[in-house]
């Protein structure tokens, strides 16, 4: 039997395991982790596929020949991760909805807020041209905070995979970093801006958790990519 990384994770990295089974079912209901592998009615769980010897098999009563490979293929969904590695990334996604939640109180007294944060100028010249647009504005930026976070959480396993899941964290990693440095954040450090310094530093912060994240699940493809030729 030959897991994937994210399962084998859960059992100390062991990756191979010979088991003594007759059937497909009973196979899986011997391993470690089954219950990453079947569901409560012992049910292979949808995100994960059962192969022996190199063809897909859906069938738990299917018989095993003594010399069986069996090897599962799971997708990245919550309970195959390996959750102390992923803390960075849970703190990156709730950052994220808590700067939502921000965005959304902020509403009420809008312009006190655009105030505080040194953007009352650029919000007036939208003002100018519809009153509305400051209020659009600040929930279409809430909107993508919103979709970062998800993607944060979805990557800590405490949603389910959305799309495309790797490249966007390390596009919100890049968002983020360029944001503490190129595109601002160095310049506020030269200018002494406490305040722009700050949120430089926060947007530093996530950064890294999200590069932790893409940094985590790049790993583990090139893991998967690479495992070995099961032997049993």
Not at 47 to 74: F, K
Not at 177 to 182: E, F, G, K, P, V
Not at 189 to 216: H, P
Request: charged letters at 20%; one cysteine or more.
């Amino acid at each position: 039997m030959l897991l994937p990384g994210l399962l084998a994770s859960e059992v100390g990295g062991q990756r191979e395991f010979e088991l003594d089974a007759t059937t497909v079912g009973a196979a899986l209901r011997a391993l470690p982790v089954a219950g990453l592998v079947l569901d409560e009615t012992g049910a292979v769980r949808p995100l994960v596929h059962v192969y022996v010897d190199g063809e897909r098999e859906r069938d738990l009563d299917a018989p095993l020949a003594p010399s069986a490979t069996i090897r599962i293929v799971a997708a990245i969904a919550g309970g195959s991760y390996d959750r102390s590695k992923m803390v960075p990334m849970r703190l990156g996604g709730w950052a994220n909805l808590t700067i939502v939640v921000g965005h959304l109180v902020a509403l009420g007294w809008a312009w006190t807020a655009f105030r505080w944060v040194d953007i009352e100028v650029e919000m007036r010249e939208l003002a100018d041209q519809s009153a509305a647009l400051p209020y659009l504005l600040t929930l279409l930026v809430a909107a993508f905070f919103l979709i970062f976070g998800l993607y944060g959480l979805s990557a800590a396993g405490d949603l389910r995979r959305l799309p495309l899941l790797r490249p966007v964290l390390g596009f919100i990693a890049v968002v983020y970093l360029l944001r503490a440095t190129l595109l601002g954040g160095i310049q506020d450090v030269l200018a002494g801006d406490v305040k722009q310094v700050m949120f430089a530093a926060i947007a530093l912060l996530i950064g890294l958790c999200y590069a932790s994240g893409f940094r985590t699940l790049s790993k583990q493809k090139r893991m998967d990519t690479a495992r070995p030729e099961p032997s049993s």
